[in-house]
């Protein structure tokens, strides 16, 4: 019998490959953004709380592209406009710069700045009165253009660099007519802080305060790379592209990568990893397996499953049955074997989508309240259970106060103040409470309805899977036919596992959309593109027009 209750964090830390590579150009400017918002607050504010030990996934794709900003000059066209002269803008420049310009939280990172929220304001009503963006450049003067520019870089830094950093608290006080200095040393600061995020993480990691743990390189769907007739299993209602992805050795590669990138990055092989989008298969744990991972996250949905029982709650939402839950389970495949935690999804997503419209404190309180029911219902169980809370690291905080820092603090602030609460990494709690109960089988599944199908099922997603099937089989023939150097292949290679990522397919068809679904879709089809480009054969025209005019010709959908 113990009183003790071990939670077990797990943010995951991903961004898709935004960069066309033989272009050398950045398409998205969000890894830049999120890490001066997101990727370097998280692990910083840790040291305050030295009883906080938390357990980080940083997918590979986002490590390349972090170090690219940091250390080799990355540019987008947003910090490309940001450092060119008002004086030098062309009607080009000032539209993009309208249009992209407002790409952030309303309420928490545009409403609370007072010249920021009149441009917005501006904007938005000459909408109103019918004008298109392209009839507005003559209402906003060269200042306004700086000034949203401006804005724009300046309310991504998340609220530590705001309330800490003078010289951007400074900015924010002078609110309108920055000058290219300002926007300068807005550029320059981002650079100082992506440098920092890495060797903050591998610091405190050596120094026991985090766990750093990696995924598949690119975030493809491993169980749909080794066969996308896996969609169909999942859900049987599911209609599949005509052609059938079957390609383990992307997947074995994919993670081959991921951990020798974790391990130069971060000095330790990862001993942890969380499967992109928590999408597992039996085949899929196998290859993890053997790629040396002791053990991952799944969703609690899948464990119900494979053990043909339901996990409990009261009408908060309380789990009734928490000893089902609570613990890690031992899966053999063959010769191979791997640990699954399955994470709590209430407590999970409550995080992820509800508290960031609540008071910081009640919030907390909330979830502190949610830990204390479980560790008594576990009260007298013979073993130290573990609560893991597993969810996106990244995008929950922008409806937050202060990015989530207020909430983050008094959460924090209870833990440490309660002894019978170990706030560990996985791997230290597994290395104190090894599996004991074990699974057989598993259901193939993701953290999305326990299926797949967000990635693969539906017209334009399958199309999708149909273009790239094409060119991993060009990809194959020309390997074997043995015209091209290893590098050339390599570098092909490179483009398709960039391609296979889910990102791509989440964003096509049902039921998710973004204002930039045509810029997904255009990097999905550029990868491809660039296999052929690399290899000096003429790629197959259809990669010229968008997925959605392929599928519905004449109606410009994605």
Not at 137 to 150: A, C, P, R
Not at 451 to 464: P, R, T
Not at 487 to 515: C, K, T, V
Request: aromatic share 12%; hydrophobic share 40%; with cysteine.
């Amino acid at each position: 019998m113990t009183e003790h209750l071990s939670v077990c964090f797990v943010w995951h830390m991903h961004q898709p490959l935004y960069k066309d590579r033989l272009a050398n150009k950045y398409i998205m400017p969000w890894v830049r953004l999120h890490g001066v918002k997101d990727y370097l607050d998280m692990p910083t504010l840790l040291t305050e709380y030295p009883k906080i030990r938390q357990t980080f996934n940083l997918v590979p794709s986002l490590i390349e592209q972090i170090e690219d900003y940091a250390n080799y000059d990355a540019s987008d066209q947003e910090l490309y406009l940001a450092l060119k002269k008002p004086a030098d803008y062309n009607d080009e420049d000032k539209l993009y710069i309208l249009n992209n310009s407002f790409h952030a939280e309303l309420k928490t990172q545009i409403t609370p700045y007072e010249h920021y929220y009149a441009l917005y304001i501006k904007k938005t009503t000459l909408a109103k009165q019918g004008l298109k963006p392209s009839q507005m450049l003559e209402k906003f003067t060269l200042q306004e253009f700086s000034d949203m520019i401006t804005w724009f870089n300046l309310t991504w830094f998340d609220s530590l660099w705001l309330e800490n950093i003078d010289e951007l608290k400074k900015l924010i006080i002078k609110g309108h007519n920055f000058t290219d200095s300002d926007r300068k040393f807005i550029i320059k600061q981002q650079r100082d802080l992506l440098k920092q995020i890495i060797p903050t993480y591998k610091k405190l990691q050596n120094a026991g305060q985090l766990e750093v743990i990696t995924s598949p390189y690119y975030h493809p769907i491993l169980p749909l790379l080794i066969d996308s007739n896996l969609g169909k299993l999942a859900n049987s209602y599911s209609s599949l592209p005509k052609k059938c992805y079957l390609f383990p050795q992307d997947a074995s590669a994919q993670l081959a990568m991921s951990v020798d990138l974790c391990e130069k990055s971060f000095g330790l092989k990862p001993q942890g990893m969380w499967p992109s989008e928590l999408s597992i298969s039996m085949q899929a744990l196998s290859l993890i397996a053997k790629a040396g991972i002791e053990w991952v996250v799944a969703d609690e949905a899948l464990l119900t499953k494979a053990l043909e029982l339901n996990i409990s709650r009261d009408e908060h939402g309380n789990l009734m049955n928490p000893e089902l839950l609570c613990q890690p389970y031992n899966l053999k495949i063959g010769e191979e074997q791997i640990n699954i935690f399955f994470r709590e999804v209430v407590t999970s997503n409550e995080i992820g989508f509800s508290f960031g419209g609540r008071e910081a404190q009640e919030a907390a309180s909330s979830l502190y309240m949610r830990l204390k029911h479980i560790q008594q219902k576990l009260f007298n169980w013979h073993r130290e259970g573990c609560v893991v809370i597993a969810l996106d690291g990244e995008n929950c905080w922008q409806t937050y106060e202060r990015d989530g820092q207020t909430f983050l603090r008094e959460l924090y602030r209870r833990l440490s103040e309660d002894s019978t609460l170990n706030v560990c990494t996985v791997s230290d709690y597994l290395k104190r409470n090894p599996a004991t109960e074990h699974i057989y089988n598993i259901q193939p599944g993701s953290w999305i309805s326990a299926d797949f199908h967000i990635w693969i099922g539906e017209a334009l997603k399958n199309k999708a899977w149909e273009l790239l099937w094409d060119t991993r089989q060009f990809l194959q023939v020309e390997e074997e036919s043995n015209k091209h150097s290893p590098e050339r292949i390599a570098q092909a290679f490179n483009e398709i596992y960039a391609a296979e990522g889910s990102d791509w397919f989440w964003w096509y068809g049902e039921p998710n959309n973004s204002e930039h679904d045509a810029i997904f879709d255009s990097l999905f089809r550029q990868n491809l593109k660039n296999v052929y480009i690399i290899l000096d054969k003429a790629y197959p025209k259809e990669l010229d027009i968008p997925v959605g005019e392929l599928v519905y010709p004449g109606q410009g959908v994605v």
